[in-house]
Structures are given as structure tokens and as C-alpha cells.
């Protein structure tokens, strides 16, 4: 039986930071005497000293037979898999060795048109062939949601040869799509499905919240240990439950993709955040749920102001997401006014502000922000001129994303690129979700509800000209 009290990881590495001796050993700042006087003021030097590297008694993350092993397998325990590999380059290189486990070059892949861009630049490594399903849309708030079971079983009778299918869970709104339902029709075709459940590492620990992926069948979940819980930004887990998939080819491709010289601090960090949770987890998130529940209640009192909710849908409560538009104002516009007013959302879209309230969020947090939002209300309002259009149909694929990526390319002015065949990954950010990927071909309704998010406020990541004055395309 584990003693999920235990973190073997991480009083390794404070042990081995505690020992004097002389280092001869990477890091070259070694153990802080070398770093500069700025960021140890900025930072304090302790932390330095634990910034080691693959030393003998800290295990290999790439072969791992000690603490590194134990902490993954009291990890694999707290979580619901059957294994879980730690991971220092974020959720983006789980997805990453997730398809390339799953899929050769040609290979069909399900997937919703509302994936990360990291979904995108799994099928530029893996060189397999998207399927992609429109997820639903409510073009009264602006907001996508999710694939449903139906759109995968029509996608998987019209599609019988395909490898893998994945899915969104919860979207960045919230929104828990029918993943047991999904889960259920992948494998009764034995095709594993694949689950960026980056926004759900919490759902194991409360009975409130939604089903985690891994308990709903997913065969593979990907979580952002670092996004919900308390790990340090980029660290995150790759779980497995299903011999579906072949356990070397995600070794393999997650060397592949992550570095060769691992942060132990970030690697220790999620053996803690897994002993934070399993240990006290559940009252974590009675608390954090209550500090939701109160802050939806009253916000839903603020004049002018809505709180996204949906009796259609099941939705992670500690995700707020307010719609912002009945003010006369876009969501860029009051993140802006809020963001003078010491409060900082998640995510700005046209019509909404998201919020993530989590572990460590407090009550003067949450009125912070109920005061930020009666502000915001009271604010002049000037009617807004600008017409919202839905987001744009999925675009045609006319070559792999992966072909495109490598083809011959020329710039040209936005106007001069409708019917062309983009060359790029063009996305509003936060949250990476991609309006137009390397391969497809370029709709006028695309560019102009890009030039909107930009008229708006909205920043547009993934090109090379992020004003957008120009793009790149296939020759």
C-alpha cells in the first residue's frame, strides 16, 4: 500500500541540496554561488541550491528507478492511472508524445477544431491526417463547447480506418463534453482515445466536481498539474490507463519532445502538488468550490453583468466565466479596466472575462474581484459599434498540416490571401485555439474574424507577423 503522505522526489533533492560539497556538475551556477546578484535578491538563494541536475541520487526522468519512479507511481495512485510519466515542458509535450504514440505519418486522427495549437504541432511531428469535428457553438455568448458522441460516431463510420481520436475536457470555459459516452464508442472500435484534460487535474479529488477523464475511460489524460493545482508552471503528467497503447512509443516520443536537462524543481514540485491533493485534497476543493459558489452568486447580481451557465451541460464550477457585453463593452475592453483595478482574468474573449478560482485563491481574492466587476458596471457606457460574427466554419484541409509546414512559402498582404493555402499556425491567445493551421485553405470569413479579435483588442500569436498586416502561404 502507498503512503501518499510521501514525497520520495522531493526530500531527495532537499537532501542533496542541503549537502555541503564541491560541485563539478551542471548546472554553472552551481548551487547558486555564481548567479547573478539580481536575480538572488529578486529571488532569495536558497532556491538555487535545490536547482540541480541528473545526479545519482535524483534519478533519470528518461529511465527512472528511483525517486523519480516512486514519485510517478504515488502520482499513477492519487490520480487513477495505471502509470504517469512527469513532465517539465508543460501539457503542449504530453499532447505532443500522446499523438506521436498513437500515430505514423498518414495515420487518421478525430479531433475537434478547437484544439490547442500543441494539437497542431503534434500533427506537423507525427505527419498524421486530422479528421476534424466542429464542436458545439452558442452564438448568443460567443462560446465553443465541446465535440459530442454523436459527431465522433459519425466521424468514426465515415472514417473506419482511424487510429486515434481526441478530445477537449473541460474546455477552457469549463464545459465537460460526453467523454464516457466517446470513450465508449473508441473502444468498441479498439482505438484508444486521447484526452487534453490540461484544465482538469483537479476533478479526481472532489465528489462535486466533474468525472475525471481517466474514471470516464479515457485511455490517455494529459494534465497541466501546474494550471489548477500547485505545481510550478510547466510541470505536468501524462496518465495511462489502457494497453491500447504502446508504453515504449510514449517514452520514446516524450524524450523526443521534452528536454534532455529536466528542472528538478519543477519535477519536485509535482511530487508535492501530488501529496497537497491526495492527502488534502478534498477539503481544497470544498473550500475552493465555495469560494466559487459565492463569487458566481454575486456576481450574477451585478447589473449589466451575466455568470455562463447551462443546464445542458456539465460544467467545472470553479471555472467563472462573465459575460461582459450587456455593459456596451468587449471582454478586451473591461480586461483592460479591470486590470487598473488589481484584478487580472484568465482569459479576454469578445464577449466574456473567464476567471479561474482554484487552491489558492482566498476570500479578499474573490472580493477583489466581486468589487472590480461593480466598478467595471458603473462605468460610462457607450454602446458598442462593433457586430460579433460567430467564429468561422472549419476551413478546408488541402494538404497534411505537416506538408505544409515544410513546403515552399511567400508573404503576402492579408487581402491578397483569400483561397490561398496557409503556411502558418494563425491563433487569438489566450487560449491557442487556432483559426487557421498550416495545410488549410484560407476563407474570407477567417481573416475577417481575425481582423475583429484585432480591432477588439484580442493578440493574435503563431504567425510571424502578429499584426496581421501579412501572411504566409504555400507558393
Not at 541528473?54 to 525517486?67: M, R
Not at 465515415?158 to 477552457?172: C, F, I
Not at 503528467?237 to 519543477?266: E, W
Not at 476543493?285 to 451585478?302: D, F, G
Request: aromatic share 6%.
Amino acid at each position: 500500500m502507498l503512503n501518499q503522505d510521501q514525497t520520495p522526489l522531493l526530500d531527495a533533492l532537499k537532501a542533496h541540496a542541503l549537502r555541503p560539497h564541491a560541485a563539478f556538475y551542471t548546472p554553472g551556477h552551481k548551487r547558486g554561488q555564481g548567479i547573478s546578484a539580481k536575480l538572488a535578491d529578486c529571488f532569495g538563494s536558497a532556491v538555487f541550491r535545490a536547482d540541480l541536475t541528473e545526479l545519482a541520487e535524483l534519478d533519470n526522468l528518461f529511465a527512472p528507478q528511483g525517486v523519480i519512479q516512486a514519485a510517478q507511481q504515488l502520482a499513477a495512485a492519487a490520480f487513477g492511472a495505471a502509470q504517469t510519466w512527469f513532465i517539465v515542458n508543460g501539457s503542449t509535450s504530453g499532447i505532443e508524445a500522446a499523438i506521436l504514440a498513437t500515430c505514423c505519418p498518414g495515420d487518421k486522427i478525430i479531433m475537434p477544431r478547437n484544439v490547442h495549437s500543441s494539437a497542431i504541432a503534434s500533427l506537423i511531428l507525427s505527419g498524421a491526417q486530422p479528421i476534424f469535428i466542429q464542436p458545439e457553438y452558442d452564438p448568443v455568448l460567443d462560446i465553443t463547447h465541446s465535440i459530442t458522441a454523436k459527431a465522433v460516431e459519425t466521424a468514426l463510420q465515415q472514417h473506419p480506418d482511424t487510429k486515434a481520436v481526441l478530445m477537449v475536457y473541460p474546455t477552457y470555459y469549463g464545459v465537460c463534453g460526453e467523454v464516457a459516452a466517446i470513450a465508449s464508442l473508441t473502444h468498441q472500435q479498439n482505438i484508444p482515445l486521447i484526452v487534453d484534460e490540461a484544465h482538469g487535474a483537479h476533478f479526481a479529488f472532489h465528489p462535486q466536481l466533474p468525472i475525471s477523464a481517466l474514471a470516464a475511460g479515457a485511455d490517455i489524460s494529459i494534465q497541466s498539474t501546474h494550471k489548477v493545482l500547485g505545481a510550478l508552471t510547466q510541470a505536468s503528467m501524462l496518465h495511462l490507463q489502457s494497453d491500447r497503447i504502446n508504453i515504449d512509443r510514449i517514452n520514446k516520443a516524450l524524450q523526443l519532445v521534452q528536454s534532455t536537462s529536466p528542472s528538478y524543481l519543477l519535477l519536485a514540485s509535482l511530487d508535492a502538488a501530488r501529496q497537497q491533493m491526495a492527502i488534502h485534497g478534498k477539503q481544497l476543493m470544498s473550500r475552493t468550490l465555495a469560494l466559487a459558489e459565492a463569487a458566481r452568486t454575486r456576481i450574477a447580481q451585478i447589473p449589466g453583468l451575466s455568470v455562463f451557465d447551462s443546464p445542458y451541460y456539465t460544467l467545472d464550477k470553479t471555472r467563472l466565466t462573465v459575460t461582459v457585453s450587456g455593459l456596451g463593452l468587449t471582454g478586451y475592453a473591461a480586461d483592460e479596466i479591470l486590470d487598473q483595478l488589481g484584478v487580472t482574468a484568465e482569459l479576454a474573449s469578445r464577449q466574456n472575462l473567464t476567471f479561474i478560482i482554484s487552491l489558492g485563491n482566498t476570500k479578499s481574492d474573490i472580493e477583489q474581484l466581486v468589487q472590480g466587476l461593480t466598478l467595471l458596471a458603473q462605468q460610462p457606457q457607450t454602446p458598442n459599434s462593433l457586430t460579433l460574427n460567430r467564429e468561422p466554419n472549419i476551413p478546408k484541409l488541402s494538404i497534411l498540416p505537416r506538408e505544409a509546414f515544410f513546403a515552399a512559402t511567400e508573404i503576402l498582404p492579408l487581402g491578397e490571401t483569400s483561397d490561398r493555402i496557409c503556411a502558418e499556425l494563425v491563433c487569438p491567445y489566450p487560449p491557442g485555439i487556432p483559426v487557421l493551421i498550416p495545410g488549410e485553405l484560407i476563407t474570407s470569413d477567417a481573416l475577417e474574424y481575425l481582423q475583429q479579435v484585432i480591432t477588439m483588442g484580442g493578440i493574435i500569436s503563431g504567425c510571424a507577423d502578429d499584426s496581421l498586416q501579412t501572411l504566409k502561404v504555400i507558393k
